[in-house]
């Protein structure tokens, strides 16, 4: 052995061969690493490109487009050759229904729209397109059969018992310009006797088939909601059947409150407590250390889980190797959260790195 050098992480030894060939001395290199246990972390790129997926016009008046993934931002429409319609969305952005309005359009086979939405480029970086888009219709091929009633659904079933803090919700199957007190009737009674109450009616933000109904919903509590027959109109003069639907609220005894106190390196993070399966209960957000309380949850199992989001922007961002962009982090409290009725947990949480 001529030379062994040892460094911090690397043991090299060069070892002289006693074989010579042609007066050239062979020299093998053997290299040693220290820790001998390496850690490689990979994350996944959101490299997906958005394009149009799918068009569809089954029905004369609904033209519905899909996108192959979530948007980048908010895509916009105009008309090419018509410019009475309604644009509905998703929460994901990621398909637009067009509703018609002027029967002079929806008549027609063809109707052509200008398409604005965003893609990203191979660095990442988003821009805007343009690109016409087109629906057609023909009456000969169409198996879907034109709706003759307007329907209406709820967020609840009949006599379901909710919770307080309850969104209520009614979907309409076509586009309805206006909803007041005045077009539907709400209830509440504390044992068989119902007096009419005025809830707040707002239109959905991405929907004009929706309604919000908004109101300081009472614990136990029972409640009615009535729409008469003929009563509400939508956009095409179609009317929808009388309708008659109850919930009850829980009584304050069944729910269950926890108090979060979360510490750890100072950054924005954004929170989630979700169920066993997945699905986001509550959200909440800030910068470290935080102290949050939540009432009025219903008992169960659920987890706690958060991402630090370094832009802001309320979502769990990847990374990009091009740019040298690691994805944001993420954490799971490490116990299950078990949430009984009339019963307060406090969790304690140091996040670490």
Known sequence: ITKINVNDSTTIIDVNDSIKND???????????????????????????????????????????QFNRKGFGNATVDGITTKNFLTEKNKTLDSLTLWLI??????????????????????????EVT????????????????????????????KQVVNSNIDIILRFSNPVLNLTNNDIIVEEAKDSVYSVILPDITHDSLSPCIFHLSYLWKDEMNYR???EKNKIHDIYNLTCDSLVKSFKTYSADNYSAVSFSITGKE??????????IGNV?????????????????????????AFSDNNKNGECDTGFYLEHKLPEKIYLYPEEINLRSNWEIEVKWEIKD
Request: hydrophobic share 40%.
């Open 23 to 65: 007066s050239i001395k062979e020299i093998l290199k053997k290299i040693i690493y220290k820790p001998d246990s390496i850690n490689l972390f990979a994350f996944e790129e959101d490299r997906a490109k958005q394009f149009v997926k799918k068009v569809s016009r089954s029905y004369k008046n609904k033209c519905m487009l």
């Open 102 to 127: 002027d029967s002079l359009d929806y008549l027609k086979d063809t109707i052509t729209f200008q398409l604005k939405y965003f893609k990203k480029d191979s660095l990442n970086k988003i821009f």
């Open 131 to 158: 690109e016409p888009v087109s629906f057609v219709y023909n009456v000969n091929a169409q198996k879907v059969q034109q709706p003759s009633k307007l329907n209406v659904i709820t967020n609840f079933t009949n």
């Open 225 to 227: 909601i009535k729409i």
């Open 267 to 276: 950054n924005f993070y954004v929170f989630q407590i979700v169920d066993l």
């Open 281 to 305: 209960v509550q959200t909440f957000n800030g910068n470290l250390p935080l102290i949050k309380k939540f009432t009025q949850l219903n008992p169960g199992k659920f987890r706690l889980k």
